[in-house]
């Protein structure tokens, strides 16, 4: 009776505690090993330092490993078509996506042991996603073509240069870019009309440009300011040229977004993607991707000068914040395009 009454207790605890060091990491790791490898997808070897992050895996646990790159909401139909013929263990989506993968029943929970580290913005309470690390709209601006660097969007509107947003409606850089403007100016998820006023006002002034700021653009001098990612506009000026650009994050608004990995409920490597998880959010993980231009979630994590030197600073991200309602959000991109339409390309000269 008293051996039954302790099972009972301890399957109530262990329900309770959640999947939080349900087996030490020293079990884990034999277990990993036992299956010796982790398939990926949208993780692939020059997005945000993976490469090393898998390198490390191999040497570290003799974990094979290979990625099929693909977007998030293809990674998360993956997932839920293959079911038990998983072809993936593990994924990195967009912050958005995570919530997604829950409700399509395809995440499977792990709490790693830097859990506590983490922001409770950026993980799953249940541990079925956490964000590994951050982008936050900033501006590039070239150097040789504007005289005063802009450190806020409304220094955007006192200048004579053109600023490039991007295809807004399409893509996500372009539409974060204008909730980043949105949350600078007293708007939010659910209300992007400040950004679209200001952005008509851009575009009145014949100042508005809607191509990419990739990196081809911006080498061959075709950006003059442009709204992009910091992990991107970052990687851009340290491979064309880091004298000729300054990346900045506007100093009265703008918008981070994580990347999240989700652990496929069907995986075949289950062990080998939870290791991998823990690794990533370790501190030799979250340096990878300081390596590639991404800020890691961990704040506590202390990165090599080199590293550091690569990134902004911390204080310039005072303003940033990320999205607190997701729901909104949502439904605003599906009104973005028509809106973008009627509102700011109608300005166009």
Do not use: C
Not at 34 to 39: A, L
Not at 172 to 194: F, I, K, R, T
Not at 196 to 206: E, G, H, P, S, T
């Amino acid at each position: 009776m008293k051996n039954r009454l302790f099972i009972a207790v301890f399957a109530v605890l262990s329900l309770i505690a959640g999947p939080l060091h349900a087996q030490t990491l020293d079990t884990l790791i034999a277990a990993a090993q036992k299956e010796g490898e982790v398939d990926s997808v949208g993780m692939p070897d020059s997005w945000a330092n993976w490469k090393d992050t898998w390198n490390q895996l191999g040497q570290k646990y003799g974990l094979k490993h290979q990625d099929t790159d693909m977007s998030s909401a293809q990674e998360i139909a993956k997932f839920a078509a293959e079911k038990s013929n998983a072809m993936a263990d593990i994924g990195d989506v967009g912050h958005p996506f995570g919530p997604i993968a829950v409700q399509m029943g395809v995440a499977q929970p792990y709490k790693t042991t830097t859990w506590n580290q983490i922001p409770a913005w950026a993980k799953d309470p249940n541990g079925n996603w956490v964000v590994a690390y951050t982008g936050t709209i900033a501006f590039i601006v070239n150097n040789r073509l504007v005289k005063n660097v802009p450190h806020a969007w409304s220094d955007l509107l006192k200048g004579k240069y053109k600023v490039t947003a991007g295809n807004v409606g399409v893509a996500s850089q372009a539409n974060y870019g204008v909730l980043a403007a949105a949350y600078a100016m007293g708007g939010n998820e659910g209300n992007l009309d400040p950004a679209l006023d200001f952005f008509a006002k851009l575009a009145r002034q014949n100042r508005l440009l809607l191509n990419e700021s990739n990196i081809a653009n911006i080498e061959k001098g075709e950006v003059e300011v442009g709204v992009i990612w910091d992990f991107n506009g970052l990687n851009y000026r340290d491979k064309i040229d880091r004298s000729r650009f300054t990346v900045v994050i506007p100093a009265d608004g703008s918008v981070t977004a994580g990347y999240t990995t989700i652990i496929n409920k069907y995986a075949k490597h289950s062990n080998a993607a939870k290791l991998a998880r823990e690794y990533i959010l370790s501190d030799a993980g979250q340096i990878n991707l300081a390596r590639g231009y991404a800020r890691p979630i961990r704040a506590s994590v202390k990165l090599p000068r080199d590293v550091q030197a690569k990134l902004l600073p911390a204080a310039q991200y005072k303003a940033a914040r990320p999205i607190a309602d997701f729901a909104a959000w949502e439904a605003t991109t599906k009104r973005l395009p028509r809106e973008w339409q009627e509102r700011v390309m109608i300005n166009m000269q």
